[in-house]
């Protein structure tokens, strides 16, 4: 299986910040890559898929770059309604595997 | 609107059986492959299988074989999970999903939680 290795598990951030969170495969996915964003109690929601594409509504201020076993989520202008856990999902092989998520918080 | 609605939290025994529900509306539910997902607190998101309602195939993940059964009932357009003999690490929060027009998870049920204990 390939194996996702998120970082960091936790951050803290100022309102209007700039965060970025990495996400790393044990192998090439070929940018078959997902961010989900998940607040306490809900399920998680789909942002950004294909490392770099928008889901539909969702704010701007995400974005995902990235290629090869290398990929970022990056969040403008942090807000009070991102504070979240973040995953990163690859679908490049099967099964397809999930990273251990980051915690965001408000400093 | 597509809606995912799972059944409710589930307490079960050790070496039990459970057996959960996800009834889908908003689209044809033939259209589209069902997929589960575990999310427990030591091992993060899991994906568990997938089934095909048009055709009832199923998919899982190798971890997952002989632990969770895939059906699904085209006539009430709901999908099922069993789980068999339950242990303290089956317990977790089960979600159905379903894949948007690419291949990522777009919707997702509300969850199960799943409970083990005696």
């Known amino acids: 299986d390939i194996q996702m290795t998120q970082s960091p598990a936790s951050l803290s951030a100022s309102l209007g910040e700039t965060v970025t969170i990495e996400c790393l495969a044990s192998?090439?996915?070929?940018?078959?890559l997902a961010w989900y964003q998940q607040k306490p109690g809900k399920s998680p929601q789909l942002l950004i898929y294909?490392?770099?594409s928008l889901n539909d509504g969702v704010p701007s201020r995400f974005s995902g770059s990235g290629s090869g076993t290398q990929y970022s989520l990056k969040i403008n202008s942090l807000q009070s309604e991102d504070v979240s856990i973040y995953f990163c999902?690859?679908?490049?092989?099967?099964?397809?595997?999930f990273g251990a998520g980051t915690k965001l918080e408000l400093k | 609107e597509v809606k995912l609605q799972q059944s409710g939290d589930e307490l079960v025994r050790p070496g039990a059986s459970v057996k959960m529900s996800c009834k889908a509306s908003?689209?044809?539910?033939?259209?589209?492959?069902m997929h589960w997902v575990k999310q427990s607190p030591g091992q993060g998101l899991e994906w568990i299988g997938t089934?095909?309602?048009?055709?009832?195939?199923?998919s899982y993940n190798q971890k997952f074989k002989g632990k969770a059964t895939l059906t699904a009932d085209k006539s009430s357009n709901t999908a099922y999970m069993e789980l068999s003999r339950l242990t303290s690490e089956d317990s977790a929060v089960y979600y159905c999903?379903?894949?948007?027009?690419?291949?990522?998870?777009?919707?997702w049920g509300q969850g199960t939680l799943v409970t083990v204990s005696s």
């Open positions: 999903a379903r894949y948007g027009s690419w291949d990522w998870f777009a919707y």
């Open positions: 908003g689209y044809t539910f033939t259209d589209y492959a």
């Open positions: 089934i095909i309602p048009l055709i009832d195939t199923t």
């Open positions: 192998e090439d996915i070929y940018s078959n």
């Open positions: 294909y490392a770099n």
């Open positions: 999902q690859q679908n490049y092989d099967s099964p397809n595997t």
